[in-house]
């Protein structure tokens, strides 16, 4: 319940959520320490904390749609999720969880697929399926649909960019059911959450988290299929490529990747042979964080500590380490200065944990 709690606070994102989690004894603790954090950090309105209430109401909601919630932790937890930094600390399922740990390469691509497009797409995912892969995507229109509907007979696993029981786009309605019956549907948000375009990133992170590699069919230069290759690389995941006309701009992005070195594959068997080559990532996992009750940090800090974190910060972002060596303290006393300033809506996260102040007004 605490830990639901702390995910589903205001302002805490999976990457405050681990540093909660790795400073005190446990997510009890740190619920407790969130207010008076947030009013260091000189936070102008309240911290709404979830409560018991909205928790109890999301569990039954979960309850009602036949679904079941996963907590980081839990012994179903999947190890690729968990090796993430920062891992997402709680999502909701629904279907055959026995997918979750199963070797998956996800297919993504245009929403305005061509003909040819679905068509590659959904060959791939059936030959995957065939020699064991579960697909994964993002059950979009277009190359994600394709990919579903061919892989639902041997595993396909839809990560949602909204609630687990909001369907979209509508016209996939039919699929949604048809994968929460014969597949799994997996949503990081809480039911009843509509998908917004803030939300779409983070659902393409868990895409690439939950796979091997990553197959963009078609894509634009500018496209949701590009970040959750940018995200796969960044995981440690392989990026292949289907090569599309020079002419048709739903194949700029694709065929981009291909110039900068990502595999060029028209089949399965070229995904399946790709994993061969001396080049292609390994995929050896970290050991997953351990959160387990241990003896809290200090977690309150001199005003002076804080005021040197504050001065070393600035629009550009920043490595944590970087923050250490030009401060001079403690990794403990940064890291609280961090949780402050992110709980008084002060601070901005870039990519790589890199972080960054936002001025006061």
Do not use: C
Request: proline residues 7%; hydrophobic residues 40%; negative net charge.
């Amino acid at each position: 319940m605490a830990r639901l709690r702390l995910a589903r606070s205001e302002s805490v994102g999976p990457v405050t959520f681990r540093d909660l989690l790795q400073h005190y004894a446990s997510a009890i603790d740190a619920l407790e320490a969130l207010p008076d954090l947030a009013r260091h950090g000189r936070r102008k309105n309240p911290l709404r904390i979830a409560d018991e209430k909205e928790i109890e109401r999301e569990l039954a909601a979960i309850e009602r749609i036949g679904g079941s919630l996963i907590v980081i932790g839990d012994e179903a937890y999947p190890d690729q999720l968990a090796a993430l930094d920062p891992a997402p600390p709680v999502f909701t399922v629904k279907g055959d969880l026995s997918l979750l740990p199963r070797r998956s390469i996800a297919i993504v691509g245009s929403r305005n697929a061509s003909a040819a497009g679905t068509r590659i797409a959904g060959m791939m995912a059936r030959d995957l399926g065939a020699q064991g892969y579960v697909t994964i995507s993002g059950l979009a229109r277009g190359i994600d649909a394709a990919a579903h509907r061919a892989s639902l007979p041997s595993g396909t696993i839809a990560v949602l960019g909204g609630g687990i029981d909001i369907i979209y786009p509508k016209e996939n309605a039919a699929l949604h059911d048809e994968i929460s019956s014969q597949g799994l549907l997996l949503a990081e948000m809480p039911p009843g959450t509509e998908p917004k375009a803030n939300l779409f990133p983070r659902r393409n992170r868990l895409i690439s988290g939950l796979s091997l590699g990553v197959v963009v069919v078609e894509a634009a230069l500018r496209s949701g299929s590009l970040i959750t290759a940018r995200y796969a690389l960044e995981q440690g995941r392989d990026v292949f490529a289907v090569p599309g006309s020079p002419l048709d701009p739903r194949s700029k992005g694709s065929n981009s990747l291909i110039k900068q070195g990502a595999p060029l594959v028209e089949s399965a068997e070229d995904v399946i042979a790709a994993f061969d080559l001396p080049t292609m990532n390994r995929l050896l996992e970290p050991m997953p964080l351990e959160y387990m009750p241990r003896p809290t940090a200090p977690s309150d800090i001199s005003e002076t500590s804080r005021q040197k974190v504050i001065k070393a910060l600035g629009p550009t972002p920043m490595l944590k380490d970087e923050i250490i060596r030009e401060t001079g303290l403690t990794a403990t006393e940064v890291n609280v200065a961090l949780i402050e300033l992110t709980l008084a809506d002060r601070l901005y996260r870039d990519a790589g944990d890199r972080v960054s102040l936002i001025p006061e007004n």
